[in-house]
């Protein structure tokens, strides 16, 4: 049964295809930090470790948040890992290095880099007319911009 919210059936569609292309950033991005909590190396590793756990845990509320977004509009979160790479923009990281400052610039651009895009996507959301997508993206938007701060603090 389709959600009666205000928002028209196609603009709906269009906001979840839009909020699956950022389910997938945010899931490559989470591999991508759990990538960097498991494998970084050197005199910093523990409080690296650490650090690395506290932001993948910030990005698995978030992904399951933005999942749920999804389905309160009436449609399905996307959920193949396949499918992810497809729609993302994210590249997947390779690391020459395993130190904390090789992965800590990898993950600032990326967190930059969804950011960026969802910026874009709010202007998108106006043209929907769906203020409760907007304002979601919007903390979405504030929690990357700290993520990104305490990474770059690190720099």
């Known amino acids: 049964m389709q959600p009666k919210i205000g ?21 490559v991005l989470y591999i991508m930090t759990r990538n960097a909590h498991w494998n970084v190396e050197g005199k910093d590793f523990h409080a690296m470790h650490l650090f690395f756990e506290t932001q993948y845990k910030e990005l698995a509320h978030m992904i399951d948040d933005l999942a749920e977004r999804i389905r309160t509009l009436g449609h399905y979160a996307v959920a193949k890992m396949s499918k992810y790479l497809e729609l993302t923009h994210l590249e997947e990281m390779d690391a020459e290095k395993n130190d904390s400052t090789t992965y800590i610039k990898k993950l600032l651009a990326a967190h930059e880099s969804i950011i960026y895009s969802m910026r874009e996507n709010v202007d998108e959301d106006e043209d929907h007319k769906d203020v409760g997508t907007e304002d979601f993206v919007t903390g979405l938007i504030e929690k990357h911009e700290k993520m990104a701060w305490m990474l770059r603090a690190h720099l």
Not at 7 to 27: C, G, H, M, Q, Y
């Open 7 to 27: 928002v028209k059936p196609r603009d709906l569609s269009a906001i979840a295809n839009s909020l699956n292309k950022l389910l997938a950033d945010e899931t």
